[in-house]
């Protein structure tokens, strides 16, 4: 299933949430006119093995930021962005600018020590704002359950397009991070994603809005 929009307008501008998804664009444009994007991504995304090997939290941290607005190609940042603009307006809305901000940004850095913590000594760089994006989408999880979500339904091999509660949906999205995250540890399989940045970012997240949804 792939969202196209759900069915909550914004009540606000949600200037953070565009802020966000236009830094992003701006980033990966930059990368498009790096010469060697591989050694520049090495020298500045979060790699697991430099903190948990080598202890140095410094340089981790500022790598761990770095990397949430780094993205390895067209797909990648067009899936993010994507489900940043469905999901992201009406958590801002919910939580305030200023705190959706931080809470990106914290879910996004929670979600990507997540993952090194998973394979500590990995010296593959973690890059992309899905961490992040997972967070937002574990609040809107607690927030919105009752939504619903237009989505691309591909039924073997048609396709067609339903209106699917907003709950349903993500926790069928949920089940799928944490199957191929399953498989990702128990077998040579990977796919290149961090499955378990987006089950950390996500629980963050569905932390957080029950938290806030509690003192509110």
């Known amino acids: 299933m792939f969202p196209l929009k759900d069915d909550i307008p914004s009540s606000s501008y949600p200037i953070v949430n565009i802020s966000l998804i236009v830094v992003n664009i701006i980033v990966f444009m930059y990368e498009l006119n790096i010469h060697n994007l591989s050694v520049f991504i090495y020298n500045h995304a979060f790699i697991p093995a430099i903190l948990f090997e080598y202890h140095d939290f410094f340089h981790s941290l500022t790598r761990a930021f770095f990397s949430l607005f780094l993205h390895g190609g067209f797909m990648h940042i067009i899936g993010n962005m994507w489900f940043l603009w469905i999901f992201g307006d009406n958590v801002e809305d919910e939580m305030g600018h200023t705190n959706y901000l931080l809470f990106y940004l914290a879910g996004g850095l929670a979600a990507t020590f997540i993952q090194g913590v998973i394979a500590p000594s990995s010296t593959v760089p973690l890059i992309g704002a899905s961490g992040a994006i997972s967070a937002v989408v574990g609040a809107y999880f607690v927030f919105f359950p009752h939504a619903k979500v237009l989505s691309l339904v591909p039924i073997f091999i048609f396709i067609t397009f339903l209106w699917i509660p907003a709950w349903l949906f993500i926790v069928f999205w949920f089940f799928m991070q944490y199957l191929n995250g399953l498989l990702s540890i128990s077998s040579s399989y990977t796919g290149g994603v961090a499955w378990?940045?987006?089950?950390?970012?996500?629980?963050?997240?569905?932390?957080?809005?029950?938290?806030?949804a509690y003192k509110m």
């Open 196 to 212: 378990f940045a987006h089950i950390g970012g996500f629980v963050f997240g569905f932390i957080v809005a029950k938290y806030m």
